[in-house]
């Protein structure tokens, strides 16, 4: 089966530029997440989306970070205004309806100049 | 919320010789504990998990073991090959379609 599939691979931007990234996950996967590697630490979860709803964004940043999966299928993460701090790999994921087994796709990664 | 520790962060081992990474977690509640394998520019994946009740799990060469009144697990590689090396991530969560909380990452390089 097709994998997650996430765009741009790389991103370059000046600080306070805005920046969106696209997830389509695994085809019939209920469940989508999106998580923050910062270089060196573990992923941490920023919002978890079922079908077209939100979890859990207890995590996002929510004075610059939005996310939405407004047909229940693929998913666009935005920053606005971006910070030096955000620069990071971005991580989708995802897994079918009331399981933890996740499948990651290879992430987007963010640099903040 | 869920607190996990990982140690150590990096781990060297002779071609051959076995590896054990060790994490503990802070939520008595949680009952699953999977761990990541993730290659330079790929996301992680999925190579082993357990619950809660059972004590140990073993696939091939990694095995994992759980000890819930400690609250702590292992990863466990024998007979490490060059191509094990990588970051692991262990990971710890209250039930399915909860969240994973991970811990920080363990940088395991197997030298031939």
């Known amino acids: 089966e097709a994998g997650v599939a996430q765009s741009p691979r790389y991103k370059i931007i000046e600080k306070r530029q805005s920046v969106a990234f696209w997830c389509n996950p695994i085809?019939?996967?209920?469940?989508l997440y999106w998580y923050q590697q910062i270089l060196g630490q573990g992923p941490k979860l920023l919002i978890q989306?079922?079908?077209?709803?939100?979890?859990?964004d207890s995590q996002l940043p929510k004075d610059r970070f939005s996310a939405e999966r407004l047909k229940g299928v693929d998913s666009t993460l935005k920053i606005q205004p971006a910070k030096l701090e955000d620069s990071a790999v971005y991580l989708c994921?995802?897994?079918?309806?009331?399981?933890?087994?996740?499948?990651f796709g290879a992430g987007s990664r963010l640099t903040v100049l | 919320g869920e607190n996990v520790e990982q140690h150590p962060s990096t781990l060297s081992v002779q071609e051959g010789d076995s590896a054990v990474i060790k994490c503990t977690y802070s939520?008595?509640?949680?009952?699953?504990f999977p761990w990541y394998k993730q290659e330079l520019g790929k996301g992680p994946q999925l190579i082993i998990d357990?619950?809660?009740?059972?004590g140990e799990k073993k696939d091939q060469r990694i095995a994992v073991t759980l000890n819930k009144t400690a609250k702590h697990f292992s990863l466990h590689i024998t007979e490490t090959q060059p191509e094990d090396s990588a970051v692991y991530f262990c990971?710890?969560?209250?039930?399915?379609?909860?969240?994973?909380?991970f811990g920080g990452g363990t940088r395991l390089m197997v030298k031939p």
């Open positions: 990971a710890a969560s209250r039930s399915a379609g909860n969240m994973l909380t």
């Open positions: 357990i619950r809660s009740n059972v």
């Open positions: 939520d008595s509640a949680s009952n699953y």
């Open positions: 085809s019939g996967h209920a469940t």
């Open positions: 989306f079922q079908n077209n709803g939100v979890v859990d």
């Open positions: 994921a995802s897994s079918p309806s009331g399981a933890n087994v996740l499948t």
